[in-house]
């Protein structure tokens, strides 16, 4: 799996190629499910990301309590 950068990245780059409209039916339906897969797994390593970060969040006392990332 690529990280959440290179993914993003390949991600801005598909979604660049398809806005042109210059590709056929064909190469924009395997875009489209390229797309679908590299934003999966951004939406997942952001999901990760989030849940290490609401774990990390302290209360003043110092007992680790669990809130949401906002």
Do not use: H, W, Y
Not at 22 to 44: H, I
Request: contains cysteine.
């Amino acid at each position: 799996m690529q990280n959440f950068e290179q993914s993003l990245k390949q991600l801005e780059g598909i979604v660049a190629q398809m806005e042109r409209g210059d590709v056929s039916l064909e190469e924009s339906v395997k875009l489209f499910e390229e797309g679908s897969k590299l934003a999966e797994q951004c939406r997942q390593q952001l999901a990760e990301a989030e849940g290490k970060v609401e774990i990390l969040i302290k209360q003043r006392s110092g007992a680790m309590k669990r809130e949401p990332f906002s």
